[in-house]
Structures are given as C-alpha cells and as structure tokens.
C-alpha cells in the first residue's frame, strides 16, 4: 500500500518539518529522529536508522544563521526513507543498493526545500504588512492570527518539498533501477561508510575550532590503533 | 504591577512559537510582539498597548534558546515603563544590543558545538543498530536549550536588564569552543569506528583504514573553498561506484 506509506510519510514530513524553524526546534526535524520515525511507522525502524547515518552529518555544518537557509535534509531523510520503503515492496528489492539509490536521488533534490523554504519567508512579509495593518485598526486578534498563518506556510514548504521528493523519486528510480542495480552491488558498502565521513570532512573543513585538523587526527589514529590492537 | 506566574507561562509557551512568521524583512519581529502580547495586555490599556505593540513588531533576530531571557526582561521593563519608573535603557535599544550577541553566542554553541556533539554520540549507538539512538541524541541534545529556554526566562524577569550579566557569567563563548573541540573529538571516534568496522566485513587489512585520513582531510580543505556539501557527495559516490565497477572487472580478468 504505497499510498498509506506515502501519507505516514506526508504526517511525519509535516511535524519534522515545523521543527526546523516555525516551531519548537527540540531537533525532531534532524535525520537521525526524522527517518527512523517514519520507518518505524512503516514497520522497518532499521532502514530509517541507516538513513539517519547516511544523512545526519551531511549538512549539519550549515547553521540556520540569520537568513541562511540550509538544505533541507529533513525532508531528504524522510523521502529518502519512504521511497526505499514502500518501493523495497514494490520492485521486491528489499535491499541496500535500493536504499542507497533513493538516497543519491533524494539528496539533490533536497535543494528544492530552499526554493520552498525561501517563498514561505517571502510570503511572510506579507503576514507581516497585514499585521501592522490590523495593529492600526487595533485588531490584536488579527495581528496573532497573521502569525499564525506563518506556521501555515512553513507547512505547506515542508508538504511541498516533501511531494517533489517523493514523486520525482517515484517516476525516476524504477526506471533506472535495473540500469544502476548492478553497479551499485559492488559498491554498496563502501557507499554506505562515504556518506557519513563525506560529511565528518565537511564539518572538519568548515568549524572555526583552530586545532580541529589536529584534534581530529590524533582522535582517529587513536581510536583506530586501539580497535586494531585490543 | 508584576505579572501573575500564569501570564509569565503563557508567554514562555508563546516563545516556542517565535519564529513561527519567521520573514526577510523584520524576520522574528512578528513572533516577538505575537510571544509578548499576553503580557503587554496585562500591563497596558488599549491606547497604550497598540503604541508599545508597533514598537515590539520591529525588527527582531536573536538566537531562539536565549530569546526567552530577552523577552522576561523586556516584560520587566515594560512592567517600570508602565509604572513610570526611570528605565536603565530604552527597551529598544536593549533588545537591539542583546539580541545579535545572544545570536552568536546561541549559533556557535548550540548549532555550531553541541548538536554535532549530541549526533556524534547518537551516532555510535545508531550505528550498532540501537534503535533507541535518536532518543539518546534528543535527550543528550535537549537538556541544555531547556534549562536556557527556562532559566533564562525566569532569571530574566527576575533580573531585568541585568539577566544579562546571568549569560555572561556562564562564559558561554568558552562553553562553545569547548563543545565543538569535544565535537571533533567524538566525530574523529566515531569516523574510526565506522572505517574499521567496514574494514573487517569485508575482510581487509585492518592498517588500510588509517588511509582514510588523506581523502577526509582533502575533502575537507576542498569544502573550506566554498565547494558544496552537495557536489562533494555526488563526486564522491561517482568515483566510488566507478571503482567498484572497474574493481569487479579487474578481478573477473585475473580469475580468468
């Protein structure tokens, strides 16, 4: 039932996606906690915790300051999760190279949830104008309900980027499928650590920490000396 | 007149929802004055209220954590405004001089040093399998901005104007710093663990993975240019899966 799928999807999309900025911002919007509770409701929590892996550290280095707007890997994790999901039933390819395939299509297409995200603040402003306008009729009613509605376009932004994933995805991956299910066999894994240290690099490269390069190193050897040794 | 302990909840609550009208031209201006109003209607007769209600509708930015200190004092102000007592500043200009250092201070700690933090240690349960990984990132994530979000708001109103020494003897800067080192710390555990765990599935020699360095500092440089996350990604995949294939080719040859 790709439909019931696509609407615990839609849900989740919608609750994460308030998180990164209209509300609360306790980090459910993070990959780590978007895409292993969207695969939980779908009854697959470990393919989400794989997603949440692959995607968490890729973009955590781009801080929402002032008016950046980062990628939005949130609704990346959470397309990315229900499309391996519900097309894993569908093409009966319960695997890792379908996972990581909806991935490498789901993370281009994260940048569209800047565009959305983008029009929903520039939408605000005119919530903003009609506020100041109720203020001077002295409606406070009014000037409360406009902020509101703010909330309501920083829904459809996350609906929105959330839709474009999942039906690009939908039309593109089983058409290529069977042309990359191949190739991606005999990468699969190491795919699968990149992501992750793809974005550790990212991090590394870009934090204002002088000693980071230093500190990094020294932790990885170590680290890495003590697992090969004990 | 002081607020009752009910409004003061009210407006708390009404913080989580600060950036919920979130724009490019007064960006938390209308969530401020939105967070505000239970209290400002408390203090303030009609007349009076929509003057100080345009006042608060300006331009507003400061980090979403520390807001609630800003939005207590300002409250306390308001409240020796209303009783015609001498301010120690003018409420605009104390919210202008607060909220861009709250800003910084609130981006490098929390977004910049304890979120990689709290994912670096989630992380390692995640990828052991632990489903109850994101559960440790919210918890070990959240308990911090909580406390802010709460005692800033209560040392605030409290304090008044002078909240502002409560943040500054918490020496958070240092605090940020702190967080991102131990950040690259747990990330540089984590990238090891991930790289040998790799290493031994598939049954190579466990040495080869202090290689890894090299293509993790280079990708790193390469991102402090300017390259994007995002190309780095695909570039990376691409290479990776060509190989792949080219090493599936090399070794059905030498069976042959």
Request: a positive charge; hydrophobic letters at 55%; aromatic letters at 10%.
């Amino acid at each position: 039932m790709i439909a019931v799928d696509l609407l615990f999807g839609a849900l989740v999309s919608l609750l994460c996606g308030l998180d990164r900025t209209a509300l609360l911002q306790v980090m459910i919007s993070r990959p780590l906690v978007a895409a292993p509770l969207v695969a939980w409701l779908l009854g697959e929590p470990l393919v989400g915790l794989q997603v949440g892996v692959m995607v968490e550290l890729l973009w955590l280095a781009r801080l929402p300051v002032g008016a950046a707007i980062p990628p939005d890997d949130t609704q990346v994790s959470i397309a990315g999760t229900v499309l391996a999901i519900s097309l894993g039933k569908a093409l009966h390819a319960d695997s890792l190279e379908l996972l990581l395939l909806c991935l490498l299509v789901a993370i281009p297409l994260g940048k569209v949830g800047q565009f959305f995200d983008h029009a929903a603040r520039q939408y605000n402003v005119r919530l903003l104008n009609r506020a100041e306008t109720a203020l001077a009729n002295g409606n406070l009613f009014a000037v409360e309900f406009q902020h509101l509605r703010g909330i309501l376009s920083f829904s459809l932004a996350a609906i929105g980027t959330y839709s474009f994933i999942v039906v690009s995805g939908l039309l593109l991956i089983p058409l290529c499928w069977s042309l990359v299910q191949h190739p991606l066999e005999h990468s699969s894994s190491w795919l699968q650590l990149a992501l992750p240290l793809v974005g550790v690099a990212v991090i590394l490269g870009t934090i204002n920490v002088s000693r980071a390069l230093t500190l990094f190193c020294a932790t990885f050897g170590t680290a890495f000396l003590l697992m090969w040794l004990v | 007149m002081s607020l009752s302990r009910v409004t003061r909840i009210h407006v708390w609550f009404r913080m989580l929802l600060l950036q919920g009208s979130w724009n490019f031209e007064r960006l938390q201006g209308l969530g401020f004055l939105y967070a505000l109003l239970p209290a400002l209607k408390k203090i303030y007769r009609r007349e009076e209220l929509l003057k100080v209600g345009k006042e608060h509708l300006s331009y507003f930015n400061t980090h979403p954590y520390l807001a609630p200190a800003v939005a207590a004092a300002v409250l306390k102000l308001e409240e020796q405004r209303a009783a015609k007592e001498e301010l120690p500043v003018a409420i605009s200009d104390f919210k202008e001089m607060v909220a861009a250092p709250y800003a910084a201070i609130g981006d490098a700690l929390f977004w910049g040093g304890l979120r990689p933090l709290a994912a670096g240690i989630a992380l390692f349960f995640a990828a052991k399998g632990i489903l109850w990984a994101p559960v440790v990132f919210l918890l070990l994530y959240n308990a911090v901005p909580i406390w802010f979000r709460v005692a800033g708001f209560v040392r605030g109103y409290r304090l008044g104007v002078q909240s502002v020494e409560f943040l500054q003897r918490h020496r958070l800067p240092d605090w940020a710093i702190h967080t991102k080192e131990a950040a690259i710390v747990v990330l540089g555990g984590f990238s090891a663990f991930l790289v040998f765990q790799q290493l031994q599935q598939q049954a190579l020699p466990s040495w080869l993975g202090l290689f890894t360095l090299l293509p993790m500092i280079m990708l790193g440089l390469i991102a402090r240019k300017g390259v994007s996350t995002l190309m780095l990604t695909l570039l990376t995949a691409i290479i990776i899966v060509l190989a792949g294939l080219f090493w599936a080719d090399l070794t059905s040859w030498v069976a042959l």
